[in-house]
């Protein structure tokens, strides 16, 4: 089983305007004093400001180049907040923050307070069916039967609430946001719709970018030949994957902020020896800052292929190989054709073995259509 897919400067101050930063003055209940409140990048799986409470109160500053979509989090409690270069607010006990926060900011948080207020009865519901499951509290197998129903269905109502929401408010970062992250489960005459019906001043956001290239361009899928790119190295220079075609090329998303990631990048770096040398490994950097780039390759003593095209989450080589978790991994035959897609590392797997195991399981199909 594969195991799915972790601070800190920041400046200035604004009003309810827009300004060259943001400010979040916050407070949450029933915190010990030097608690660490953190903005959390989903996407790239990173902390990005961080700030410490003092009788429960915090502030978080910093600048975001557009409106954008974080977690913040406090220990293992976490809300979504919609940052812009404004002043901001934010209030919640720690419990169920993302269900109890209260919080003021500009258009897209409106937009995020709707939202979750949509939400709130089946996220209440999915939430006290999962504490249920996990304290036990069934007496027989037909209640637990009941109670992972009721988690599946109010949760799926959720997201369908969620997806709904995008689509009606597509004309917003966060509509954007939704549609993106969830475009591979929106009808394709849909997507081309919202995407051709975007306003001027989105069509220029990474997400609607990202929108283009996966409705336009090529997609990346088993049994498909894979699809070329020109990426940096760390020292700068060009590389294309068609460089190593006539070998097996095992291509793998990663990011500095990605633990399952960095597991994968040591087990490598600590078994590189026992890597068949007609497979060559290629790691692709979703990282925005060549700095952490630099820095986790060092650490994970990165030796084999190490690329990057510093885009991000939604770079046009990220989005045409369909990559929505962390680490995703292609393995591509010699002939150029991808032979399986993995999401995810699982420590309990010799990775190395399960390559050769498919490459050889792969000669041997092509073997007996011969």
């Known amino acids: ?71 913040l989090r406090c220990g293992n409690e976490y809300a979504n907040i919609q940052v812009e270069n404004l002043e901001m607010t ?31 009865p089946y996220d209440v519901a999915y939430l006290a069916a ?25 949760q799926a109502a959720s997201q369908q609430i969620y997806i709904d929401f995008g689509k009606r408010h597509a004309d917003s970062y966060l509509g954007l946001d939704i549609i993106y992250r969830n475009r591979q489960s929106i009808a394709r005459d849909s997507l081309i719709t919202l995407f051709e019906g975007l306003p001027p001043s989105l069509k220029t ?49 990663w990011s500095a902020g990605c633990g399952p990631c960095r597991m994968e990048n040591k087990f490598f770096s600590e078994n590189f020896e026992r890597v ?14 060549v700095t952490a780039w630099v820095k986790a390759s060092e650490q994970d003593s990165i030796l084999w292929h190490n690329v990057s095209d510093l885009k991000g989450g939604s770079g046009k080589v990220k989005t045409q190989y369909g990559v929505q978790a962390m680490p995703t991994s292609f393995l591509i035959d010699k002939n150029g054709t991808i032979i399986k897609k993995f999401v995810g590392f699982d420590p309990q797997t010799d990775i190395i073995d399960e390559l050769v195991k498919t490459i050889d399981e792969s000669h041997e199909k092509n073997s007996e259509t011969v």
């Open 90 to 120: 934010f209030t919640s006990p720690i419990e169920n923050m993302n269900i109890n926060c209260k919080i003021t900011g500009g258009e897209e948080q409106r937009l995020q307070n709707k939202l979750q207020e949509l939400q709130r």
């Open 205 to 253: 956001a990474s997400n609607a970018e990202g929108l283009r290239v996966f409705l336009y361009e090529e997609i990346a899928a088993e049994g498909k030949p894979f699809i070329d790119f020109n990426a940096k190295t760390l020292d700068e220079k060009n590389f294309m994957l068609s460089s190593l075609r006539g070998k097996h090329i095992y291509l793998s998303f």
């Open 276 to 289: 068949p040398e007609d497979l060559a490994i290629v790691s692709f950097s979703l990282d925005k800052g």
């Open 1 to 71: 089983m594969r195991v799915l897919v972790v601070l800190l400067t920041a400046l200035f101050l604004s009003c309810q305007t827009k300004h060259d930063g943001f400010v979040i003055n916050g407070q949450i209940e029933g915190v010990e004093d030097s608690t660490l409140v953190i903005l959390y990048d989903v996407e790239q799986q990173m902390n990005i400001y961080s700030a410490f409470s003092k009788n429960g109160k915090f502030v978080l500053q910093g600048n975001v180049e557009q409106p954008t979509g974080y977690w």
């Open 130 to 154: 999962y504490d249920s499951l996990v304290g036990e509290k069934y007496a027989t197998e037909e209640e637990k039967r009941q109670l992972i129903d009721r988690f599946n269905t109010a």
